[in-house]
């Protein structure tokens, strides 16, 4: 008999918003191509021209900031989480406490792909430490390591 396997978990965008408290302009997930719980998720966010940062980041060359690389690989740890350990996403967060070893090695522009991939390093009651890569036609243009929290939602 032949051995059974499994699809891949995935999400779209509809999935995603039931997860993650963010909106317009900054939901920076698209859609989820793969979750293995506890372990890894990989991802994508379309970079699209009229997102609002690149009317200033840099008008005659727009270039996706940084830190809102770090923050599509952050947002794809948070459905991690809540795929190893579900959370009420109604009344719960997910804060971002922190990044290590962060590097930006190639520029991400509009009309690009951004692949992301996070994977757990530690977790422990509430608090996730993971590492994420972006990039872009297989060439990674940013990595890091973040810590986040899931909190409540009323302070």
Same mark, same amino acid.
């Given at each position: 008999?032949?051995?059974?396997?499994?699809?891949?978990?995935?999400?779209?965008?509809?999935?995603?918003?039931?997860?993650?408290?963010?909106?317009?302009?900054?939901?920076?997930?698209?859609?989820?191509?793969?979750?293995?719980?506890?372990?890894?998720?990989?991802?994508?966010?379309?970079?699209?021209?009229? @997102?609002?940062?690149?009317?200033?980041?840099?008008?005659?060359?727009?270039?996706?900031?940084?830190?809102?690389?770090?923050?599509?690989?952050?947002?794809?740890?948070?459905?991690?989480?809540?795929?190893?350990?579900?959370?009420?996403?109604?009344?719960?967060?997910?804060?971002?406490?922190?990044?290590?070893?962060?590097?930006?090695?190639?520029?991400?522009?509009?009309?690009?792909?951004?692949?992301?991939?996070? @994977?757990?390093?530690?977790?422990?009651?509430?608090?996730?430490?993971?590492?994420?890569?972006?990039?872009?036609?297989?060439?990674?243009?940013? @990595?890091? @390591?973040?810590?986040?929290?899931?909190?409540?939602?009323?302070?």
């Amino acid at each position: 008999m032949p051995e059974r396997t499994q699809a891949p978990v995935t999400l779209d965008i509809h999935q995603i918003l039931s997860i993650l408290p963010h909106r317009y302009p900054l939901v920076m997930v698209d859609r989820v191509t793969e979750i293995t719980a506890n372990k890894c998720i990989r991802g994508y966010k379309c970079v699209a021209y009229n @997102e609002p940062w690149f009317q200033g980041h840099f008008p005659q060359r727009p270039i996706m900031p940084g830190v809102l690389i770090l923050e599509s690989l952050t947002q794809l740890g948070g459905i991690l989480a809540y795929a190893s350990d579900p959370f009420d996403a109604t009344s719960n967060l997910m804060f971002f406490l922190g990044i290590d070893k962060a590097k930006f090695r190639h520029t991400v522009t509009p009309g690009d792909r951004l692949d992301l991939y996070a @994977e757990v390093l530690h977790h422990r009651s509430n608090v996730w430490k993971l590492r994420g890569e972006a990039s872009v036609d297989g060439t990674l243009c940013a @990595e890091g @390591e973040m810590l986040a929290s899931i909190v409540d939602r009323e302070p």
